[in-house]
């Protein structure tokens, strides 16, 4: 297998050529259809185009987990001694509670993916991966000063960036000593931070689940973007245009994990509008916890 194919999240330039389905009308990834018609065609085209620009906005999805912080930290700054006003649950909210997987699994897949397709002059592959290596490193290297300060949470996460931050740089400094000697390498190693990068919310959804915080989650558009991103490329990496063990099997797994977190998000906002109602029903006596955000 070509590691080229094992991307999961960009298509290769061979995937992308039409030239290749209708040179070759007989092709087995397209059974039962013998010959390749025009609607076919446009169907294909649209997909690869799809396959090509979505991974662009699911790099710039994180942006909705930095702008609410930043302009609440603007608010922030304005006098709020007024009665009633909490400072420590402000300064709570005012902060990233997702770990940061998701950020430094972007700057290293992009990066790995980014100088292997400029060793073999793939300017497909190498456009979006500058794109996504450019903002994973801004969002990766921003994280640290903007994370929770919880005395708990704040440490741990700091420390999960610290390792992953590290981490990432010796592999992409190897990556690039050895990209011109062994340029699958690096492909190899960016598939496999690629399922990392489509599955990250999985390590935090049993305690969003817990504490009714679907912010350790990320934002809603940051898992629907990673959802319809993979659900396009099983469509593409499956017997329907071209079919690819590796690609189908990375993005089915992005598929489940991020339409599990959707769909515990529909979940938890459900439980916390019971919650709620009840405490409407039950009179000025009745106590609400004050959770995160539902959505």
Not at 102 to 123: D, E, K, S
Not at 151 to 170: K, P
Not at 252 to 281: N, Y
């Amino acid at each position: 297998h070509d590691p080229a194919y094992l991307s999961t999240s960009y298509p290769s330039p061979q995937t992308l050529s039409i030239e290749r389905f209708v040179t070759h009308p007989k092709t087995p990834q397209l059974a039962p259809t013998e010959y390749i018609s025009n609607s076919m065609l446009t169907w294909i085209t649209l997909l690869n185009f799809l396959c090509s620009i979505l991974p662009i906005i699911t790099f710039a999805s994180p942006a909705t987990i930095f702008l609410p912080v930043l302009l609440k930290q603007q608010q922030q700054q304005r006098p709020t001694n007024y009665p009633g006003h909490d400072h420590q649950d402000n300064n709570a909210n005012n902060a990233i509670e997702m770990p940061p997987l998701a950020l430094t699994t972007q700057m290293l897949q992009c990066f790995l993916f980014g100088i292997y397709a400029h060793h073999l002059h793939m300017r497909t592959l190498l456009i979006p991966n500058v794109a996504g290596f450019i903002l994973g490193f801004i969002w990766s290297t921003v994280y640290p000063f903007k994370v929770t300060t919880s005395t708990s949470t704040g440490g741990l996460l700091r420390t999960q960036w610290r390792m992953q931050y590290a981490t990432s740089w010796l592999i992409m400094v190897l990556g690039l000593l050895t990209v011109r000697k062994m340029p699958y390498l690096s492909s190899t190693i960016a598939a496999g931070v690629g399922v990392l990068m489509c599955t990250y919310p999985l390590s935090s959804m049993r305690q969003a689940l817990k504490e009714k915080n679907t912010n350790l989650m990320g934002s809603t558009v940051m898992n629907c973007c990673m959802f319809v991103t993979c659900f396009v490329w099983v469509i593409h990496s499956s017997w329907l245009v071209e079919y690819d063990i590796y690609v189908l099997v990375a993005n089915t797994a992005g598929v489940i994990v991020q339409g599990g977190a959707l769909t515990l998000r529909v979940v938890i906002a459900k439980d916390g509008s019971t919650t709620t109602r009840a405490v409407v029903q039950g009179g000025d006596n009745a106590e609400l916890s004050v959770t995160s955000p539902l959505l």
